[in-house]
């Protein structure tokens, strides 16, 4: 059930319009408006009528995600999805955590190789035998083989409860469909007019819809699916965006030595902040705060 409709009367459409968005607190274009009557000025005064508009809050996009109604779902289902996700988000604050410690080993070698005396001539001495690089492990994960049939009905189950959601936001949005064989996952783009209402702000109502999602297609699969939402290529924009972002603010901070406090951010966005400055030998960057609140700190190294 949407917003109430209010009665709202003024000289004119215009002033009753803009006496609702001061009573409602909102923008003009957050409006449902239904004219009643546009009112008369009357002769000389005499006469005059009000104009009477009806107006209630459009609802958002994340309101009307909440309102969809799933078909039931197991609740083993629901904590699987839970669980791998959580596991997701998990493994973004490790590599988070790991960027930082190779962003703190990497600055202590570059001190120490700046700190380094220029090595003496060999002088036909024996050179010390060099250690042997070692191997690194291949963690590349293990991707579970899925049959063509069982594809198709991962397809299916998105598309049918993809269709139903648009429809109902009477959005008209052209859907395609691909699985990832190398990653494992259900790669859905979106394309049509007006993405950014499904994109929301920094990419949460993005978010939402892949999870939910995400529980209708793990819904008719024996093994965990990954599914991904993408559209108008916002994930890899989204990316090159915030590693502009952090480079443009590591020359701030370099040239002020004053520390700056980036938005909240997802595990995911903070990794890619760290990543982008891990080689920077001027500042330095560390999370804090708490969901959802937590956020990357760029700040000037300490002189040592």
């Known amino acids: 059930m949407g917003y109430e409709y209010t009665e709202v009367s003024a000289k004119t459409v215009n002033e009753a319009i803009t006496k609702a968005c001061i009573e409602l607190g909102i923008t003009s274009d957050q409006l449902d408006i239904e004219i009643i009557s546009e009112g008369s000025t009357g002769f000389l005064?005499?006469?005059?009528?009000?104009?009477?508009?009806?107006?209630?809050?459009?609802?958002?996009?994340?309101?009307?995600?909440?309102?969809?109604?799933?078909?039931?779902?197991?609740?083993?289902?629901?904590k699987e999805v839970e669980a791998e996700q959580k596991a997701e988000k998990q493994e973004a604050e490790k590599k988070e955590a790991e960027n930082k410690t190779a962003d703190i080993k990497a600055e202590k070698e570059?001190?120490?190789?700046?700190?380094?005396?220029?090595?003496?001539?060999?002088?036909?001495?024996?050179?010390?035998?060099?250690?042997?690089?070692?191997?690194?492990?291949?963690?590349?994960?293990?991707?579970?083989?899925?049959?063509?049939?069982?594809?198709?009905?991962m397809k299916a189950s998105a598309s049918k409860f993809l269709d139903s959601v648009f429809k109902a936001m009477n959005m008209d949005v052209n859907i395609t469909m691909n699985y990832n064989k190398e990653t494992g996952s259900l790669?859905?783009?979106?394309?049509?007019?007006?993405?950014?209402?499904?994109?929301?702000?920094?990419?949460?109502?993005?978010?939402?819809?892949?999870?939910?999602?995400?529980?209708?297609?793990?819904?008719?699969?024996?093994?965990?699916?990954?599914?991904?939402?993408?559209?108008?290529?916002?994930?890899?924009?989204?990316?090159?965006?915030?590693?502009?972002?952090?480079?443009?603010?590591?020359?701030?901070?370099?040239?002020?030595?004053?520390?700056?406090?980036?938005?909240?951010?997802?595990?995911?966005?903070?990794r890619i902040i760290h990543s982008a400055l891990q080689g920077n030998h001027f500042v330095e960057t560390y999370s804090e705060g708490s969901e959802p609140y937590r956020h990357v700190v760029i700040a000037p190294k300490r002189d040592k």
């Not at 009528?49 to 083993?76: F, G, N, S, Y």
């Open 45 to 78: 005064g005499f006469g005059s009528k009000p104009a009477v508009i009806k107006v209630r809050k459009k609802e958002t996009i994340e309101e009307q995600l909440e309102k969809i109604e799933l078909e039931p779902i197991d609740i083993a289902v629901v």
């Open 110 to 153: 570059f001190e120490k190789k700046a700190d380094r005396k220029p090595a003496k001539k060999d002088n036909g001495k024996k050179k010390a035998k060099e250690k042997a690089p070692e191997k690194k492990h291949d963690s590349k994960e293990i991707v579970l083989e899925r049959s063509p049939e069982e594809i198709v009905t």
């Open 187 to 270: 790669d859905i783009d979106f394309a049509g007019e007006d993405m950014g209402i499904l994109i929301g702000k920094r990419g949460q109502t993005l978010d939402s819809l892949q999870y939910l999602v995400s529980l209708v297609v793990n819904r008719d699969v024996e093994d965990y699916v990954r599914v991904k939402l993408d559209t108008e290529d916002y994930r890899r924009r989204r990316k090159a965006t915030l590693e502009n972002l952090a480079n443009n603010i590591a020359r701030k901070v370099k040239k002020t030595r004053r520390s700056v406090s980036m938005e909240p951010m997802n595990p995911y966005e903070r």
